[in-house]
T-cell receptor
Framework: DAGITQSPRYKITETGRQVTLMCHQT?????MFWYRQDLGHGLRLIYY???????DKGEVPDGYVVSRSKTENFPLTLESATRSQTSVYFC????????????????FGSGTQLSVL | DAKTTQPNSMESNEEEPVHLPCNHS???????IHWYRQLPSQGPEYVIH???SNVNNRMASLAIAEDRKSSTLILHRATLRDAAVYYC??????????????FGQGTELSVKP
């Protein structure tokens, strides 16, 4: 089925290691987003992308790198993982970034639970 | 602050209506109000959104105050499957960047049989 998929579902890594979380969508949506979810903070926007090769920072971008060479993929890389990056990460997509528009909404993946030891 | 204010938790009985309040006193004229919900171990799911008028869809109704400083999500007949965290969100319109959803803490709704 078409949709937005994240991999891996669970990941355990060690401090200092590089980790890449994958996000793939089959709708050809222009916009893609990465959020992290932590107790006490709700969901916070890390990075977003308006189209291939166009990315921008969200609320909490430090320590993360993104790329978007193809419309359907939006990987998130932790270049040197820290314990504070232990979190659940959600990828989302929308037809456009103008979510103020009628019938516009975000579609979320099922999340990646990342533990940094 | 762009985030909304919601009660941390609410309880409801099955088959009864539920009114989930949200305060967004600093909202600007172009910001839509969105509601998403998150079931356990899943990503957030769109529920409804609106700007000024009340809105209805198959999942819920959204009542927006005349001054737009608050809104209420209405589940007409709660079921056990409606137990989730409900997020009230301002969709910020940023010039030349489109819109962003800024999530708050949400309200955890529990439904009793």
């Amino acid at each position: 089925d078409a949709g937005i998929t994240q991999s891996p579902r669970y990941k355990i890594t060690e401090t200092g290691r590089q980790v890449t979380l994958m996000c793939h969508q089959t709708w050809s949506h222009s916009y893609m987003f990465w959020y992290r979810q932590d107790l006490g903070h709700g969901l916070r926007l890390i990075y977003y992308s308006a189209a291939a090769d166009i990315t921008d920072k969200g609320e909490v971008p430090d320590g993360y790198v993104v790329s978007r060479s193809k419309t359907e993929n939006f990987p998130l890389t932790l270049e040197s993982a820290t314990r504070s990056q232990t979190s659940v990460y959600f990828c989302a997509s929308s037809v456009s970034g103008t979510v103020i528009s009628t019938n516009e909404k975000l579609f979320f993946g099922s999340g990646t639970q990342l533990s940094v030891l | 602050d762009a985030k909304t204010t919601q009660p941390n938790s609410m309880e409801s009985n099955e088959e009864e209506p539920v009114h989930l309040p949200c305060n967004h006193s600093t909202i600007s004229g172009t910001d839509y109000i969105h509601w998403y919900r998150q079931l356990p171990s899943q990503g957030p799911e769109y529920v409804i959104h609106g700007l000024t008028s009340n809105v209805n869809n198959r999942m819920a109704s959204l009542a927006i105050a005349e001054d737009r400083k608050s809104s209420t999500l209405i589940l007409h007949r709660a079921t056990l499957r409606d137990a989730a965290v409900y997020y009230c969100i301002r969709a910020l319109h940023i010039y030349n960047q489109g819109g962003k959803l800024i999530f708050g803490q949400g309200t955890e709704l529990s439904v009793k049989p």
